[in-house]
């Protein structure tokens, strides 16, 4: 397993039959937009890897960024920076609503969304006001030297995106978080059929599960599918922003249909 906090900080280990963690190892993200210690400099809320070379892409929130990591000799993940770009596209996006989902397809394509950023519509009085969707951007390649194009998608009724990943038949599976006063998490998994997203295009995902109570429930912001023999196994990870009043959670399922 390799982990990335929204504070650049890396966390490695295996699981064994047990459950249990084994072979903890920690790191700090080398390089990225900012030099300091403050959540700012390396707020990395995205990441997605080519497992071919072990290339990997982190999106920078506060920075509305996009960072290239390679893999070390041993195979290691984000072992050396490589360069950073912040698309045109993504600078009007919030400081604290950026690049929170993102997404490298095995065809070489990206995919990022916005967890805030809504797209501009016309109103029925002419003017413009805000849609209920959120922005996103799809490159032909690599974010550092594709032009990102925009499109739109609408997650479900008071949640946003946090976290995109590709299944097996090329589907995309979107982790979306809402939250409630006092202090409640709930989450909800959709699904967006292949070839959906594309320019200018407003793309709407179907909704396979939702995480809420009385079910477990927490501020889950990560997904990741892996193939296991025949399955199709997800992955959702929850963070505990240091407070005692949420936990980091990992939680391992299998697709079904």
Excluded: C
């Amino acid at each position: 397993m390799t982990l990335l906090s929204d504070g650049g900080n890396i966390v490695r280990f295996h699981i064994g039959d047990d459950w249990r963690p084994a072979g903890i190892g920690f790191a700090a993200l080398p390089g990225g937009p900012g030099q300091g210690w403050s959540k700012r400099d390396r707020d990395s809320e995205s990441l997605t890897i080519d497992a071919a070379t072990g290339t990997a892409w982190v999106g920078f929130e506060y920075w509305n960024a996009v960072g290239r990591y390679a893999a070390g000799a041993d195979g290691t993940l984000l072992a050396r920076f490589e360069g950073m770009v912040r698309p045109r596209a993504m600078r009007e996006w919030p400081d604290n609503g950026g690049p929170e989902s993102m997404v490298r397809l095995r065809d070489g394509r990206f995919v990022v969304l916005s967890e805030t950023a809504r797209p501009r519509v016309r109103t029925s009085a002419g003017g413009v006001g805000r849609g209920t969707g959120r922005r996103g951007l799809f490159f032909a390649g690599d974010p550092l030297t594709a032009r990102g194009v925009g499109f739109t998608y609408v997650p479900p009724v008071g949640f946003s995106p946090v976290d995109v990943a590709e299944l097996p038949d090329g589907r995309l599976i979107v982790l979306n978080r809402a939250f409630a006063a006092p202090f409640a998490f709930s989450n909800a998994v959709t699904v967006i059929e292949s070839g959906a997203i594309r320019a200018g295009a407003v793309v709407r995902g179907r909704e396979i599960a939702r995480l809420a109570a009385p079910l477990v429930h927490d501020n889950f912001e990560g997904i990741a599918v892996v193939r296991e023999g025949d399955d199709t196994v997800v992955w959702i990870v929850s963070d505990d922003n240091e407070t005692a009043l949420e936990r980091t959670l990992l939680l391992k399922f299998r697709l079904e249909g």
